[in-house]
């Protein structure tokens, strides 16, 4: 078995760029407990919160936590004035990434391009025929990914690519379209792969040799359903509590962990347990879950 290593993620703390805005804790607070359970990396979690430069590079040190990868989501199927736009903040971002390489250089992150979807996307968890984009929006993607990959290989980076509910590419047909218009590979999410209709068993066996990049998440497949029955959007998922710790949901946790380690995958796996914070919830629930999920994967990775 050649794991990269067990990264973990803000958003599992419910720091990501839906709860922007809300008072979020110093760094430390998260990576101290990171560290104590044996977590080898993080994510990058909104850009700009765990730092740039010597700052990021000290905390990441100081931690022993490599910077695992990072959500950068453009509008790939803007029109052409409104990408460029984007590409912009997608170079500064680049700049956290690389002082991050220079920290450890042996596992490098990878910047974790996503579209941005659409507000019928959004509406809409699962997707569907009638959601999916014509052969002229698919070249337009295709073509935007290539330019923002090229960013990210002049940067000496590495690309992958986040499918991901309630954008224009979530479901496995979407995938496999992605996956033959560009050589950009794949950030396999499990959790984003039951929203969209997939089994991760099968996806990872269909798709292991694009796939360069892990997020392990597990849900409750009873939420899900109901939330797409409901056309309640994909802000309602988070809301209503469908991430939860490894082994609580629908996920075949041994399953899929035996494919991967029996594969020998060379990437980060980033243990991701989505949450929108609420004040009904135990204080140290993050901080407990994110053990009891490291110690989920001790019988794969030690």
């Known amino acids: ?3 990269t290593g067990i990264a973990n993620a803000p958003v599992s703390f419910g720091i ?4 922007t805005g809300a008072d979020f804790p110093e760094p430390e607070a998260i990576l101290a407990p990171l560290q104590e359970q044996g977590y080898t990396g993080i994510d990058l979690g909104p850009v700009g919160w765990l730092g740039t430069g010597e700052v990021l590079r000290e905390r990441l040190r100081r931690f022993g936590l490599a910077l695992a990868g990072g959500w950068l989501d453009l509008p790939f199927t803007a029109a052409d004035d409104e990408f460029d736009a984007a590409l912009d903040g997608l170079d500064e971002a680049l700049k956290i990434f690389v002082a991050a390489a220079e920290e450890f250089p042996d596992r490098p992150p990878l910047p974790t ?4 979807g659409s507000d019928a996307r959004r509406a809409n968890p699962g997707g569907g025929p009638d959601l999916m984009l014509d052969d002229a929006g698919w070249e337009r993607l ?3 990914v290539a330019r923002a990959a090229a960013r990210v290989r002049a940067a000496g980076l ?3 690519f986040h499918h991901h509910a309630c954008t224009h590419v979530e479901t496995p047909d979407e995938i496999d379209i992605f996956l033959d218009r560009t050589d950009v590979d794949l950030t396999f999410d499990t959790g984003h792969l039951l929203i969209g209709g ?6 990872w066996k269909r798709w292991r040799t694009r796939i360069n990049h892990l997020h392990l998440k597990d849900v409750r497949r009873e939420v899900l359903d109901q939330v797409v029955r409901e056309r309640a ?3 309602a998922v988070w809301e209503r509590q469908a991430f939860v710790a490894l082994g609580a949901g629908d996920l075949d946790l041994a399953g899929f962990m035996d494919a991967v380690t029996g594969d020998g995958f060379d990437g980060w796996i980033v243990v991701e347990q989505d949450v929108v914070p609420s004040p009904a919830d135990p204080p140290r629930r993050a ?4 053990r009891a999920n490291r110690e989920a994967l001790r019988p794969w990775a030690p």
């Open 142 to 144: 295709a073509t935007n």
């Open 113 to 116: 391009l996503a579209d941005m």
């Open 16 to 19: 990501f760029e839906l709860t």
């Open 233 to 235: 959007g994909m802000r």
């Open 287 to 290: 901080v407990d879950d994110q």
């Open 1 to 3: 078995m050649t794991i």
């Open 158 to 160: 590495k690309p992958t």
């Open 198 to 203: 997939g089994d991760p068993v099968e996806g």
